[in-house]
């Protein structure tokens, strides 16, 4: 039996490539103050939610809600300065320079900083740049450095640093839009 498709692709609503990832300090307002990560690729975002569920044994309908929401996104940096390392680690590392080197410190911060992260995706549709941005207002990084590292005889030497990332909701924005915002030109 043949397939039949209803509607055709539409280009312009394609997001094709990969994201600029950019961090700036946590603000309940504006962010400002934007840093691009470097180079590295964004695997996968999303915006999760858990569910929750009340039924008594004599009701018929439960009550429903949402317990928790996230915005999750997973990359891999290739490109990357200790600063920047500090920065996204949200305090769990430090770093000292003298005009010798660069260290990084870590193990023993109780807490971490929350900072803005913003992923920007530029593509040309009949001569123009169009884009999708997604900014969630407040994040923090998942784990501690991470590296993946790689025989210098691979056929793709590289070292890639996987960093993974949650934003949770902001309770000093608008209900219904405490958590991301994601902007595409028309």
């Known amino acids: 039996m043949p397939l039949y498709q209803n509607t ?16 700036a300090p946590y603000s309940a307002t504006t962010h400002t103050g934007w840093v691009n990560l470097g180079a590295g690729k964004v695997n996968s975002f999303g ?27 997973d990359m891999e940096m290739i490109e990357y300065t200790p600063t920047t390392l500090s920065l996204i680690q949200g305090g769990a590392i430090t770093v000292t320079q003298s005009t010798a080197s660069t260290v990084i410190h870590g193990g023993g911060n109780a807490q971490k900083t929350a900072y803005a992260l913003r992923l ?31 025989s210098d005889n691979d056929a793709d030497p590289i070292n890639v640093m996987p960093v993974t990332f949650t934003g949770k909701i902001d309770g000093a924005r608008t209900v219904g839009s405490q958590l991301y915002t994601i902007t595409r030109d028309k």
């Open 47 to 73: 915006h999760t939610i858990t569910e929750y569920d009340v039924q008594a044994g004599n009701a018929p309908d439960p009550i429903e809600g949402i317990s928790e929401e996230t915005f999750n996104v």
């Open 8 to 23: 055709s692709v539409d280009s312009t609503k394609l997001i094709i490539g990969n994201y600029k990832v950019e961090y």
């Open 120 to 150: 920007t995706n530029r593509r040309m549709i009949s001569g123009a740049t169009v884009q999708t941005v997604i900014l969630v207002f407040k994040v923090t990084a998942n784990t501690g450095l991470q590296f993946t590292v790689k």
